[in-house]
T-cell receptor, first 112, second 118 residues
Framework: SQKIEQNSEALNIQEGKTATLTCNYT??????LQWYRQDPGRGPVFLLL?????KEKRKERLKVTFDTTLKQSLFHITASQPADSATYLC???????????FGKGTHLIIQP | GAVVSQHPSWVICKSGTSVKIECRSL??????MFWYRQFPKQSLMLMAT?????????EQGVEKDKFLINHASLTLSTLTVTSAHPEDSSFYIC??????????????FGPGTRLTVT
């Protein structure tokens, strides 16, 4: 069955450093992969989308890589700030009108 | 960016009653909306895909007679939990897809509805 794994339940990073989150998947050939941020009691907020034929995507302090051979995506936040503390979700879709399959998320804590 | 709203944000109901949750796309037309459910410390699980003007498509294991979905217009989808039971207590989140030709389909999520069945 399809499986999405995100690297850990909680990740503590010092303010100013780069946070790197991992998303691995099995039994899946996604057309694209998305990263979302979710704060407690709130719906996910879209951050970045990367397609299967793209290696890297950037948006301000965010960078996503997508390796379809390794079946892995890395999500980087550079110059991290306490306000970046949240749960980050990786989501896959097959394309077209598919709903998303989400990982459990990584809880990121940026310490001042 | 695209905005999706949900109403109500939280609701408490008694076991056996029905609850309706609304999902609206505020600044774009959404031919497709999705309904997800999230239990504490769990990932979002897709329940169903709601298509404007046609029947919803339900994921395996989701009872279509219990979770009624209506997508009557391009900006509104509703989820009705019928004969709710305590095990239906969860965080229900809708999303709407705004297609951008050739670039993929970002989904924009509502703020969620916390349902508690007593």
């Amino acid at each position: 069955s399809q499986k999405i794994e995100q690297n850990s339940e909680a990740l503590n990073i010092q303010e100013g450093k780069t946070a790197t989150l991992t998303c691995n998947y099995t039994n899946y050939s996604p057309a694209y992969l998305q990263w979302y941020r979710q704060d407690p009691g709130r719906g996910p907020v879209f951050l970045l989308l990367i397609r299967e034929n793209e290696k890297e995507k950037r948006k301000e302090r965010l960078k996503v890589t997508f390796d379809t051979t390794l079946k892995q995506s890395l999500f980087h936040i550079t110059a991290s700030q306490p306000a970046d503390s949240a749960t980050y979700l990786c989501a896959l879709a097959g394309g077209g009108a598919d709903g998303l399959t989400f990982g459990k998320g990584t809880h990121l804590i940026i310490q001042p | 960016g695209a905005v999706v709203s949900q109403h109500p944000s939280w609701v408490i109901c008694k076991s056996g009653t029905s609850v309706k949750i609304e999902c609206r796309s505020l600044d774009f037309q959404a031919t497709t909306m999705f309904w997800y459910r999230q239990f504490p410390k769990q990932s979002l699980m897709l329940m169903a895909t709601s298509n404007e003007g046609s029947k919803a498509t339900y994921e395996q294991g989701v009872e279509k007679d219990k979770f009624l979905i209506n997508h009557a217009s391009l900006t509104l989808s509703t989820l009705t939990v019928t004969s709710a039971h305590p095990e239906d207590s969860s965080f229900y989140i809708c999303s709407a897809r705004e297609p951008r030709g050739g670039q993929g389909y970002e989904q924009y999520f509502g703020p969620g509805t916390r349902l508690t069945v007593t």
